[in-house]
């Protein structure tokens, strides 16, 4: 341990800390601390650690539940940093390795292709160019206000569907126009992790105190007091509580602050957007598609079904086409059951390939809408909102109760190294507070 960390271990000696939520930004928080030599215990509801970050291998590949690439992969990407310590093994995916399918069935032609990203980027650009940061519209309006010939061409909205509805997690009528391409990234291309995205949690979890299967209902705060958090399992003291747990449980009043949390990060709360993105995973003893193309987009109706699917056959010998349902219809795709879900993505894939389309042998799906830990997919930005809407709710309470999660920091918000990012800064935090 350098000298540093030593005195920081003994400044943190004795200081107990209560972490909700053992997702990337709950353990990143809880290790930290940990390692500066504070008391620490993590509270999760479900039955297993990773929240939003989950690995299912039993297709056979790694069907990733929430969180499939890391965007961005750069060196400084916290998640890059994190895989590579657990010599995690990757393969690019390839934005320009897609076919494009009209709604009956054909190939985009050329000039198919070039009138969707012309429309997609020149209503960006107008954007860029014309709005200010304060403007209200969504982006929905937006483009109608721009060219309202582009809402009714099927190939312009299927890129706002199947890249921006799909990248942000929210609706094209209710995202905000300015905010949701004003956020950060990382530039190299995303990659999926072949060895399970799920595994780069490990080292964070070492030596942890975590109980699983402990649901929060309360958390009760008071400066110089510290905190009591309830569970079905009992309460918990200490000094600091890190409460991580998803937008959509803070938004639906799933746990009780006491004092309720104050009105700044209530409003920001209930403003922001938190939507949903499906994924269904269709495996076949026999590919029906070309195994060397990565991306398969389709137009579809309504908007956002089921319109891009990843063929697992160009990073894995599984034949397995996984969809993507996003926007408004994502939600809807939630509510249906594994079978409804199958059909209606078997529909869609029938578009294409007609009676080629196989009897997939085993089927996947994803409900995070409904999921009562979760209750949607990742935060978006909608129109009238700020960026301190996201990074105000990190400011500590009380100096003593903190929130955390990829929904608290703008800049890399709907990520695992957002998320991740925001664990540490809560943790450094609680440390600043103790030094
Ligand atoms: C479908 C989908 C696709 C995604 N794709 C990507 C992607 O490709 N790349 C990327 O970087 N990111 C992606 N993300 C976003 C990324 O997964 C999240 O930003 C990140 O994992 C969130 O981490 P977190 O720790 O903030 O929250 P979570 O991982 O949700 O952790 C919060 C934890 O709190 C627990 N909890 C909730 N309520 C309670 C309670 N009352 N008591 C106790 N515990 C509770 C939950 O069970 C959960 O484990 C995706 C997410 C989804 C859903």
């Known amino acids: 341990m350098t000298p540093i960390g030593r005195a920081r271990a003994q400044a943190l000696e004795g200081t107990k800390v209560v972490v ?6 709950g353990l990143g928080a809880a290790h930290t601390l940990r390692n500066q030599g504070a008391e620490v215990v993590v509270l999760e509801g479900k039955p297993h650690i990773g929240g939003r970050l989950l690995t299912d291998w039993s297709m056979g590949a790694p069907f990733e539940v929430g969180a499939g690439w890391i965007h961005g992969p750069e060196e400084e990407n916290p998640s890059r940093q994190l895989a590579d310590a657990v010599g995690a093994e990757y393969v690019v995916t390839e934005d320009e390795n897609a076919t494009y ?38 982006l929905l309006k937006a483009i109608r206000d721009y060219d309202s010939d ?5 190939r312009v909205m299927w890129a706002f569907s199947a890249w921006t509805e799909f990248s942000k997690g929210g609706p094209i009528e209710d995202l905000s126009a300015v905010l949701f391409n004003a956020d950060k990234a990382f530039d190299t291309p995303d990659v999926v992790v072949t060895t399970g995205y799920d595994k ?33 399992q009992g309460v918990f003291e200490g000094d600091y509580c890190i409460c991580t747990v998803p937008l959509g449980i803070l938004k639906a009043e799933k746990i009780a602050f006491d004092p309720p949390l104050p009105q700044r990060y209530r409003n920001s709360i209930d403003k922001l957007g ?19 193309t990565q991306y398969f987009g389709i137009v579809t109706e309504p908007k956002g079904r089921w319109n891009y699917w990843l063929n697992y056959r160009t990073f894995s010998e599984e034949n397995i086409l996984l969809g993507l349902s996003v926007g408004a219809y994502a939600p809807i795709a939630d509510r249906m059951t594994d079978a409804e879900m199958t059909e209606d993505g078997l529909d869609v894939l029938r578009q ?13 799906a994803t409900h995070w809408a409904t999921d009562p830990y979760t209750l949607g997919a990742y935060a978006y930005p909608r129109p009238g909102n700020k960026k301190s809407d996201y990074d105000g709710l990190a ?41």
Not at 210 to 216: A, E, F, G, K
């Open 20 to 25: 909700i939520g053992a997702g990337i930004a």
């Open 101 to 138: 399918f009209l709604s009956n069935g054909n190939e985009f032609a050329e000039e198919d292709y070039e009138e969707m990203s012309d429309g997609w980027e020149s209503v960006l650009e107008h954007i860029d160019r014309n709005f200010e940061n304060n403007d209200p519209r969504s």
């Open 352 to 364: 294409v390939w007609g009676e080629d389309v196989g009897t997939p042998t085993q089927v996947l």
């Open 274 to 292: 938190f939507g949903s993105v499906t994924k269904l995973a269709l495996k076949f003893a026999e590919p029906f598609w070309d195994i060397e």
């Open 395 to 435: 400011r500590a309470i009380e100096e003593c109760l903190f929130l955390a999660g990829e929904h608290t920091l703008f800049d890399y918000a709907g990520t695992t190294h957002g998320a991740y990012m925001s664990g540490l800064r809560a943790a450094e935090a609680v440390i600043e507070l103790e030094s």
């Open 150 to 154: 582009l809402l009714d061409d099927p």
């Open 200 to 232: 780069i949690l490990t080292p964070l979890t070492e030596g942890l105190d975590i109980r699983l299967s402990h649901t929060v209902s309360g958390v009760a705060y008071e400066k110089g007091d510290g905190v009591a958090v309830e569970t079905d």
